[in-house]
């Protein structure tokens, strides 16, 4: 296991340029099973959860190449395996993914239950009746997902009991290869949902729809082999910019796609705090926070992403006043905030849903264990804002999600280094 050391209260300063989208890349490199020539990925993040996928797709017999940074070459003409095994499938929640498109490439599909953080109950019920709706049969047991073909039929449509985001991708992998069209109606709408799209589009798929909660997908009997740019991390850029209003400081963030995070722009306006937005660059100017008036929910896109709840939680702990931070989607996203009140915060946990913030309040440093990707990064501003040393364990876990962070946050003058 490896730890952050981080020695905080630190202003920082200089520029920081967001990483490509783990949860684009991820579905797009599942994707590539249905591709049987090459694909070439710029813009691919240096995490551990494209390592992982990366494993995943040479253990079914793909070749997959990283000639320079930030780039792989796949080629998945020798994929011959439609089975998953369960120690590559434990290792990341995104192997879910590679149901899609297995199904869409033989028809038929083994996946153990995918393994990857634990912030609540993540089943896959929503995939697994969209898959019946197309025709499938599927077998459950012991947590082992098994799909093959039944029926098919020129026109399916499919209501999503909800937006789930991993549903809506898989459903997509699943009906671009074919003779069929398919409706998707309920939709997830995610900035990575419409890379997929536009990954896909651009490989021969015929998708109306994309960004909005209903699609239509017309089958088509090849895809070709493509070039393809994954957009740029919004919970990244969004990430980056609470760190800079929770510490105080000015940095410049590059390289963002400003319009998806406009939910959390908003509430960061309304915290008192001033933006300097232009095309390529985002900057937090240091302003005198306050409690947002109305409560922070997560909701599905273009609302508030519960990926950038823990974050934000911290950030309240320096507002003046009470704010109100809400997470229907997962019972577990707050349940990391015990280790802020470790450090000094106010928080009242409500439920396993809601938590009130009273700030502001001084943080100090002390030990932490990670106990997921997000409430990791959130830690870690936590840190950096404290006054002291605080040591994080697991720091791999951040990892998952986040490029060379200690790297990247020490050119920026933070005191961080990482321990194997």
Do not use: W
Not at 98 to 103: A, D, M, N, S
Not at 112 to 121: A, Q, R, S, T
Not at 381 to 394: P, R, V, Y
Request: one cysteine or more; charged letters at 20%; glycine letters at 8%.
């Amino acid at each position: 296991m490896s730890k952050f050391i981080i020695n905080g209260g630190k202003k920082l300063n200089g520029t920081i340029h967001v990483a490509g989208n783990k949860n684009a890349v991820l579905p797009i490199m599942a994707a590539s099973l249905l591709i049987d020539e090459e694909v070439v990925l710029d813009n691919v993040p240096q995490i551990k959860d494209v390592a992982a996928m990366m494993t995943i797709l040479r253990s079914l017999g793909a070749t997959v190449e990283q000639p320079k940074p930030h780039m792989l070459i796949i080629n998945t003409t020798s994929v011959d395996s439609y089975e998953v095994l369960p120690e590559y499938a434990k290792q990341l929640r995104a192997s879910v993914l590679l149901l899609g498109p297995l199904y869409g490439r033989f028809g038929h599909v083994k996946l153990p239950h995918p393994g990857g953080d634990v912030i609540g109950k993540r089943n896959i019920d929503t995939h697994l009746d969209g898959f019946i709706h197309l025709g499938a049969t599927v077998k459950t047991a012991h947590e082992l997902y098994e799909l093959s073909h039944k029926k098919t039929t020129d026109e399916v449509v499919i209501f999503l009991d909800e937006p789930s985001v991993t549903g809506t991708e898989n459903l997509m992998m699943a009906s671009v290869l074919g003779k069929g069209t398919v409706r998707l109606h309920n939709a997830a709408k995610e900035p990575h949902i419409v890379c997929l799209g536009e990954f896909l589009k651009k490989a021969g798929a015929k998708i109306v729809g994309l960004g909005t909660d209903n699609m239509v997908i017309e089958g088509v009997t090849k895809l070709s082999g493509i070039k393809h740019t994954v957009h740029p991390d919004y919970l990244e850029e969004g990430t980056f910019a609470v760190l800079a209003a929770a510490s105080g400081s000015t940095f410049a963030i590059t390289g963002g796609f400003h319009d998806e995070i406009r939910s959390p722009l908003h509430v960061l306006s309304h915290m008192g705090i001033r933006l300097n937005v232009n095309s390529d660059t985002l900057i937090v100017i240091p302003s005198e926070l306050r409690a947002c008036e109305k409560r922070v929910q997560a909701m599905p896109h273009p609302g508030f992403p519960t990926d950038l709840m823990s974050p934000f939680i911290v950030l309240g702990t320096q507002a003046k006043g009470e704010m109100l931070f809400h997470d229907p989607l997962y019972e577990s996203r707050m349940f990391f905030v015990d280790k802020l009140i470790r450090m000094g915060a106010k928080i009242t946990i409500c439920d396993p849903h809601r938590v009130i913030v009273y700030g502001p309040t001084k943080l100090h440093g002390t030990y932490l264990n990670t106990p997921d990707i997000r409430a990791g990064i959130a830690l870690v501003i936590a840190a950096l804002i404290a006054e002291g040393e605080s040591i994080i364990d697991n720091a791999e876990i951040i990892e998952r999600g986040y490029e060379r962070l200690d790297e990247r946050l020490r050119a920026l003058g933070a005191d961080i280094i990482k321990h194997e």
